[in-house]
C-alpha cells in the first residue's frame, strides 16, 4: 500500500490541495474539488456570507479519494478508523472518514467542526452544523455526471428557498431511492429524519 500520508505542506493549502493529488495522480479529484469550491462561492454569492470553514473544508473534502479502493479498509485498519458493517458493503463510503484523517494528520486541520464537515460530506447527519451543510451543498451541486446533473440543477434551484430546503430536497430523493441503493448509510437516513421532523417544505 503508498504512503498515502508521506506528504509536506507548505502552509499555502490551494497549493498544497493541488500537489497532494496530483502526486497520487488524481487529477480528476482535484478538479472536482474545484468545482465544489465554486459551488461554495455560489452559496456565499446568493447568502451574502458563509461560515468560516466551508472553504478549507471543501478544499479537503475529497482527500481519501486518492487511495485506492482495494486498499481503503486496509488504511483504515492501520489508521485506526472505524467501520461499521454497513460500511463494509461500499467500502467508497469510507472516502469521507479517510478524508477526514488526512486532513488532520497530513494537513494539519485542528478545527472539529471543519473536520466534522469532510467527515459527514457524503451522508451528512442528524443536526448538522452549518459548516456541514454548506460543504453537503457544494458538493452535491457540483455534480456533472450525466446520472445525477438533473438533481444537482435542482437542488441549486431548491437553494433560492434556503439552504436547509435544498438539503431536504436531496435526502427527500434520496429516501425516495433506497431501496435501489447498494447502500442506504444509517446517517443519511437520520438526517432525513432530522430535516422532516424539522423542516417542513
Known amino acids: 500500500m503508498k504512503d498515502y500520508l508521506d506528504f509536506l505542506i507548505t502552509g499555502n493549502l490551494a497549493t498544497d490541495i493541488q500537489r497532494y ?11 472536482h474539488t474545484i468545482d465544489v469550491i465554486n459551488e ?3 452559496i456565499k454569492k446568493h447568502f451574502g456570507h458563509i461560515q468560516s470553514g466551508s472553504l478549507i473544508a471543501c478544499y479537503c473534502h ?6 485506492r479502493s482495494d486498499e481503503i479498509l486496509e488504511f483504515c485498519l492501520q489508521n485506526n478508523i472505524m467501520v461499521s458493517d454497513e460500511e463494509k458493503i461500499l467500502p467508497s463510503i469510507l472516502h469521507q472518514k479517510i478524508s477526514c484523517f488526512i486532513a488532520e494528520n497530513v494537513f494539519k486541520v485542528n478545527d472539529t467542526t471543519i473536520l466534522n464537515a469532510v467527515k459527514y460530506h457524503t451522508t451528512l447527519r442528524k443536526n448538522p452544523s452549518m459548516t456541514e451543510i454548506e460543504v453537503f451543498l457544494a458538493d452535491k451541486m457540483s455534480w456533472k455526471e450525466e446520472e445525477y446533473r438533473e438533481l444537482a440543477q435542482r437542488i441549486k434551484e431548491t437553494l433560492k428557498e434556503g ?16 431501496e435501489k441503493l447498494k447502500l442506504y448509510h444509517s446517517d443519511s437516513k437520520e438526517a432525513f429524519q432530522y430535516f422532516n421532523q424539522n423542516h417542513i417544505l
Open 163 to 178: 439552504k436547509e430546503k435544498a438539503i431536504y430536497y436531496y435526502l427527500c430523493d434520496l429516501h425516495d431511492k433506497k
Open 40 to 42: 461554495l462561492s455560489y
Open 62 to 67: 475529497d482527500l481519501g479519494r486518492v487511495v
Open 21 to 31: 493529488f496530483l502526486k497520487y495522480d488524481n487529477l480528476g479529484t482535484y478538479e
